[in-house]
Structure formats: C-alpha cells, structure tokens
C-alpha cells in the first residue's frame, strides 16, 4: 500500500565525439557511428531517466554552439561519448563552460578486431579509447574534472552497464538534491552540539532550500482532519506493522487503540503539511509544555515519518539536518536510509546493534515492521506509538554526514554486513551490524574521522558509490576500512 511520491528520475545530457576527417575519408562510417550512438542512448534510458541526445560534435564550432544548448537543458549530467578518436577541441569548450558533471564513456562494438579481416575503417569504428587519454590531459590542464571514465563494450558487457547504472542513480541524486525543500522545524535538541547546522552552508552545499517552519501549523491541521481520513491511514497501519504482546522491556506495551488513533491522526496531518510547503524532507524537534496540544502532535510522527519515508520522503528525528541529506541521499539511490546510531557492543559475538528511536525507512525492512506503544521515550518527553524493525539481512552502508572546523561538510562512509539474531524488544529499531576487521576496530576508524552520532542507513554496499557524489559536490570524504 506504500508507493513513492514520485519517481525516481534524472535528465542526461549525451553528444559523441570525432574526428571529421574521417567521416569525409570513409564513406558509410558516419552512419555506422550515429547507430553505435542510439545504441549507447537506449542503454542509458532503460535506467529510467530522460536522455538529451546533444549528437555528434566534431569541431570546435559545434562545440562552441552544443554547450549553450547543454546548459539550457538544465541536465543533471553529461556524458561524452567517445566513439572514435577525436581532436580535443571538441571536446575542451564543453568542458570548460558546461554546468554539469562529466564522465567519458569509451564502449567500442566489437570485443576485439577480426584479424583476418581487419582494415583501417574497422579500426576506427573501434577505436573508441584512443583520445581519452588526450581528453583527460587536457581537462588537467584546464583544472577540470572528468568524474568517470567508463571502458568496455558496447554490447553484452555487464560491468559497463553497471557502471552506466551507477552513474544513472547518481544522477537522480544530483537531480533531487537541486532545489529540494529540506525543512527545519522547532529547534535542535537541547545540547547536541554536532546538530547544528547553518541553513545557508546547507544550501550551498546541496543545491538545496531550507524552509524555517513552526509546529503550530502542524497543530492546525490536525485539528482539522477529518475521521474519514483518520480511518483510511489506520487501514494502511494495519496492513502495514504487525502489533504483537510486548516482551522483556516493561516500558512497552501492545499497540493501544489510542495511541494508533493519534498515530493515524498525526499522519494525516503530516501528509497535509509535506503538500503544504511542497517539502522534500523535514528535520524537526519540538518538545513543548507537558498537556499541551503542540506536544501531543509533535511526540506522535513517529509512524507517519515512517510511511513517508517509504514513500521517498526523508523525515528525520533531533533536527538533524545533515542526517536528513545523506537519507535523502540514500533514498534517491534506491537503497533506503534509515535514521540511525551505534548501540551497545556484543562483544561475544563482534557485533554491534545499529538503530535509533523514532522515524525509519520501511521499504528496507527484514519482514513486516512492529508497533509497539511505549509508555516514554527514553530521553525526550511524550509517549505513544514507536516503530521497531531489523534492517535487511545482508550488506549495509552508512552515510554520515558531518563538519570540519572551517564548517566545511564531510562524508564519512562505512560498509559492514546485518545479519540474523535477536534484537531488543523496546520499540525502536535496530539491527546487528558486523564490520571488518573486527566491530571494534572498524567503530574506532570511524569515530576517529569526527562523524556526528547520527548517520544514514542502508542495504547493499554502495561506498564507492557515495564517494563519486561528494567529489561531485566538492564535499570531503573518507571511505572507514
């Protein structure tokens, strides 16, 4: 019953590359490269993102007229596609004047030559890595950056369509980031000095807008929500969280009809207030004054944040911004991002539990996701409805994003693998997360880098793939091993 908002999705920009000479030269070739080009079109687009097909430039006066063109389609990356050797000056205006990422591809048709049959015309057609080393030299001496080189084959060769994969998920990254609405609301919790976050460093970080919003509007829609759509939400409570007895920890209990009532309520109201401001994501915390109407809202997101998380909408708990990106983040890259922190060690086992309280990404959970009514939270005020779940068994990634003492943000990534076990009954989510050489050694390397305590959790290993967009960023990073 939980579906994304909105697709997934991205715009790239492609041109190819030769050399001009050849296509008066060799009669056919030009018609063999433009068909090479559609092929390599059509495996960008089947990773559902829409393709501005810029052609083939092979002078520098198209280029002169092509980067215009690119920086009008607004796309979120361009790739160069290399189908032959061409001259640098083709290639160096784009470069130079493009506002989008860049990243080569040299992806020849056949495997190797037919040696028997070779000629002059077929080596040209395949010829696709020659420049590459001139494009990159070039883009050195212009203090430009070429983010990838992908090489291979164009046709039946996984590992480039991996890497096209890759690049594609970036992209859709790169293209919610821009100008994505991450609120802020109530204020950081009190003491934690590693939440704050300047809202104009977090725009030019990200690309992203910070919009400064006020509980009391949250409050008003939920006074206003209506029992039919109190009710509707509670058919997707039901069929989304299992509800069982509670177990060990005496400050659960089974999910009270209360509690899953002002859930329900609170989540209305949320969905409302996300439509409201056209929000992105949200960071919030508010605790407000014990009885009161904003504190009773305010401690009951838990589930609603849930639900919108899944559906592609980062909500995130302390105010944490910087957590709130990097699940963001996650998300756009199809591999979660669950709002976490270290918990106790079990050194027995070299594991160590990974979760937190409040909201978490439903789509990434092991089996259905529990409700448990909890009669406090533990460190904040308020009661009601908490969501508990494991993560995924298999790889996990962490993303965390944190600040130097120049205020510049840094990524600090990890990879580790989640595995089966039991976790605690309390209502929150955790998972057993194993990390190489050892837990402890790995917890070490990464609270040495100076993260926050906060970070972004997802499935799959997906390390390098996180570094590729901070270097795309500009943003420092450090890969924990």
């Not at 590359?17 to 092929?39: I, M, R, T």
């Not at 910070?210 to 409570?237: S, W």
């Not at 904003?294 to 911004?321: H, K, W």
Request: net charge negative; aromatic share 8%; charged share 25%.
């Amino acid at each position: 019953m939980i579906e994304r908002k909105k697709p997934r999705t991205a715009k790239i920009g492609i041109f190819d590359v030769s050399h001009a000479v050849y296509n008066e030269q060799f009669p056919g070739l030009y018609d063999n490269f433009k068909k090479y080009h559609s092929d390599l079109v059509a495996l960008v687009e089947k990773n559902g993102v829409e393709v501005v097909d810029f052609g083939m430039i092979d002078s520098s006066e198209l280029a002169y007229d092509a980067v215009k063109k690119i920086n009008g389609a607004s796309v979120d990356l361009l790739i160069c596609n290399m189908i032959t050797y061409a001259t640098s000056s083709v290639f160096a205006p784009i470069l130079r004047d493009a506002n989008a990422p860049m990243i080569l591809t040299a992806l020849q048709p056949l495997d190797r030559l037919d040696y028997t049959k070779a000629s002059t015309f077929m080596q040209l057609e395949n010829d696709n890595i020659c420049s590459v080393p001139e494009f990159m030299g070039v883009a050195v001496r212009m203090g430009k950056k070429i983010y990838d080189v992908i090489i291979g084959t164009l046709y039946g060769d996984k590992e480039a369509e991996a890497e096209l994969a890759e690049w594609c998920d970036i992209a859709k990254v790169l293209h919610d980031l821009r100008g994505a609405r991450m609120g802020l609301m109530g204020h950081t919790l009190e003491a934690m000095y590693d939440m704050h976050a300047d809202p104009t460093a977090i725009a030019t970080a990200f690309g992203v807008h910070v919009p400064l919003l006020e509980i009391d509007t949250v409050v008003e829609i939920y006074k206003n929500v209506t029992d039919e759509e109190i009710a509707e939400k509670i058919k997707v409570i039901d069929a989304e969280f299992d509800m069982p007895e509670p177990k060990s920890d005496p400050v659960t209990s089974k999910l009270t009809d209360e509690d899953k009532y002002r859930a329900a309520r609170d989540a209305v109201a949320l969905d409302k207030f996300v439509e409201k401001y056209d929000l992105t994501g949200l960071a919030y915390y508010y605790e407000g004054i014990e009885g009161g109407l904003n504190r009773e809202v305010a401690t009951n997101f838990i589930v609603g944040n849930s639900i919108l998380n899944a559906q592609g909408i980062p909500m995130c708990g302390e105010y944490d911004i910087k957590t709130c990106i990097a699940m963001l983040i996650m998300d756009r890259l199809n591999i979660g991002g669950s709002f976490a922190e270290f918990h106790p060690f079990d050194f027995a086992e070299d594991f160590i539990l990974v979760g937190h309280d409040g909201p978490h990404h439903l789509a990434i959970a092991e089996g259905k996701p529990v409700l448990r009514s909890l009669k406090k939270y533990h460190g904040k005020p308020g009661r009601g409805a908490s969501v508990e779940f494991k993560i995924k068994e298999g790889p996990i990634t962490m993303l965390g994003i944190t600040q130097n003492a120049t205020g510049g943000f840094k990524f600090v990534i990890g990879e580790g693998v989640s595995k089966q076990g039991p976790i605690p009954p309390t209502g929150n989510t955790n998972t057993r997360g194993f990390f190489e050489p050892t837990t402890k050694q790995f917890i070490k390397k990464w609270v040495m880098e100076g993260p926050t305590h906060h970070y972004a959790l997802g499935i799959g290993h997906h390390a390098e793939t996180l570094k590729k967009i901070a270097d795309v960023l500009g943003i420092e990073s450090v890969i924990v091993r």
